[in-house]
């Protein structure tokens, strides 16, 4: 069992660049989650998807968007990449009854220089 | 959102129980507490969660006060590989979309297990 699998692990990108971060999941979850995480600092969510064709966003939204592909996959984009968007990446995902524990991907460590 | 208040930081001698507290005093009567942890750079790790009875399993115990406004975890026997930030959280439903909970993290305490 996979679990969350997010992809890639790490990334480096200039100013300017966009790209896609991919996040998969195979325990049937409705709902999911990307957060970042700097250094020294608690995570922050970016957006979420509480169910297959919702997003909503979180504390930290501006810079990114999100699809929510089908029910197993929910993507990250930046499409102009800003240094202080260099961060590590979580993606997660939850069902739905009361008492369900979120499971977090491997995290992808991004760096814009 | 009911917010945590948890240490910076916390110390344990290995093989010795560690004990974190967590504060959480506008908890709401549907709202359960969560606990997990970030070894290093990964991937947060459910550890155990409970509403207002005490829970135990393989990896802790939760205590929960009487009028649910603070928690504790305890990790009966502290070893090297405990080593990691330990987040509190309360999980939010939201009503209208059927009991899904958005889950929000703080900066969580940083235990060091100490041989």
């Known amino acids: 069992n996979a679990g969350v699998t997010q992809t890639p692990k790490f990334q480096v990108l200039k100013t300017g660049q966009s790209m896609t971060l991919q996040c998969a999941q195979d325990m049937n979850h409705n709902s999911m989650y990307w957060y970042r995480q700097d250094p020294g600092m608690g995570l922050r969510l970016i957006y979420y998807s509480a169910s297959e064709g919702t997003t909503d966003k979180g504390e930290v939204p501006n810079g990114y968007n999100v699809s929510r592909l089908n029910k197993r996959e929910f993507s990250l984009r930046l499409e102009s990449a800003a240094p202080s968007q260099t961060s590590v990446y979580f993606c997660a995902s939850s069902g739905t009854r009361g008492g369900t524990e979120a499971f977090f991907g491997q995290g992808t460590r991004l760096t814009v220089v | 959102d009911a917010k945590t208040t948890q240490p910076p930081s916390m110390d344990c001698a290995e093989g010795r129980a560690a004990n974190l507290p967590c504060n959480h005093s506008?908890?709401?009567?549907?709202?359960?507490v969560y606990w997990y942890r970030q070894i290093h750079s990964q991937g947060p790790q459910y550890i155990i969660h409970g509403l207002k009875n005490n829970e135990t399993n393989e990896m802790a115990s939760l205590i929960i006060t009487e009028d649910r406004k603070s928690s504790t975890l305890i990790l009966p026997h502290a070893t090297l590989r405990d080593t990691a930030v330990y987040y509190c959280?309360?999980?939010?439903?939201?009503?209208?979309?059927?009991?899904?909970?958005?889950?929000?993290f703080g900066t969580g305490t940083k235990l060091q297990v100490i041989p």
């Open positions: 959280i309360v999980r939010v439903s939201l009503p209208f979309s059927g009991g899904y909970q958005k889950v929000t």
């Open positions: 506008t908890i709401s009567g549907n709202e359960y």
